[in-house]
């Protein structure tokens, strides 16, 4: 628990600081989501220690994520099918692990796009640059079986996160203070 412990406090020191990105983005996002990314640190930090709480199997997923430490996105290819799984930090439980959907990134020329494509709640959006090892998400949240609404259309549907590589076949997002459930979503990505 010592151990887990010095490695969320490492990762927080590793990505704290929450570093604007220039240009479109910061047009296109909306004054609560500027909001949750400028209070992100302190958000995750109170996110993770309440997960601490968690059933024992779940901690140590949260644990082994949370250790690994940002990496360059600047030669991965992010397109194709990846399997990802949501991780619910704090809030209305300590924690909760999905079990692995499906998603896809493809790229239309703009850059990468995420559609989840299985289980019951689903995203939708855009990657933009905020630095060499992290980007920044601005998606749409919605039901299966319910059309997608663009990103700007409400709180009850808009979000945003920072995604972070993680290793040569893996990556996630973190998504702070999300409208429902929880204080942080992660969504865990693998090959």
Same mark, same amino acid.
């Given at each position: 628990?010592?151990?887990?412990?010095?490695?969320?406090?490492?990762?927080?020191?590793?990505?704290?600081?929450?570093?604007?990105? /220039?240009?479109?983005?910061?047009? !296109?996002? =909306?004054?609560?989501?500027?909001?949750?990314?400028?209070?992100? *640190?302190?958000?995750?930090?109170?996110?993770?220690?309440?997960?601490?709480?968690?059933?024992?199997?779940?901690?140590?997923?949260?644990?082994?994520?949370?250790?690994?430490?940002?990496? +360059? #996105? &600047? /030669?991965? /290819?992010?397109?194709?099918?990846?399997?990802?799984?949501? @991780?619910?930090?704090?809030?209305?439980?300590? $924690?909760?692990?999905?079990?692995? #959907?499906?998603?896809?990134?493809?790229?239309?020329? +703009?850059?990468?796009?995420?559609?989840? !494509?299985?289980? +019951?709640?689903? =995203?939708?959006?855009?990657?933009?640059? *905020?630095?060499?090892?992290? !980007?920044?998400?601005?998606?749409?949240?919605?039901?299966?079986?319910?059309?997608?609404?663009?990103?700007?259309?409400?709180?009850?549907?808009?979000?945003?996160?920072? &995604? #972070?590589?993680?290793?040569?076949?893996?990556?996630?997002?973190?998504?702070?203070?999300?409208?429902?459930? +929880?204080? $942080?979503?992660? @969504?865990?990505?693998?090959?």
């Amino acid at each position: 628990m010592v151990v887990l412990r010095l490695t969320l406090a490492a990762l927080a020191v590793t990505v704290a600081g929450a570093a604007h990105a /220039d240009g479109v983005v910061q047009k !296109l996002m =909306t004054p609560a989501d500027k909001v949750r990314l400028e209070n992100y *640190d302190t958000t995750r930090k109170e996110a993770m220690q309440e997960a601490m709480g968690g059933l024992p199997r779940e901690v140590a997923i949260i644990g082994a994520l949370a250790a690994k430490h940002p990496q +360059s #996105f &600047a /030669d991965f /290819d992010m397109t194709g099918n990846w399997q990802c799984r949501t @991780i619910k930090a704090g809030g209305m439980g300590a $924690l909760v692990v999905y079990d692995w #959907f499906k998603c896809r990134v493809t790229d239309d020329g +703009s850059g990468w796009m995420l559609e989840k !494509l299985s289980g +019951s709640q689903r =995203t939708k959006g855009r990657f933009y640059t *905020d630095g060499d090892t992290r !980007l920044i998400y601005l998606g749409s949240g919605f039901v299966a079986g319910e059309k997608p609404t663009a990103y700007g259309k409400g709180p009850e549907t808009d979000q945003v996160g920072y &995604a #972070f590589r993680t290793g040569a076949s893996e990556w996630r997002i973190e998504f702070p203070a999300p409208q429902y459930e +929880s204080k $942080l979503d992660i @969504i865990e990505f693998q090959r």
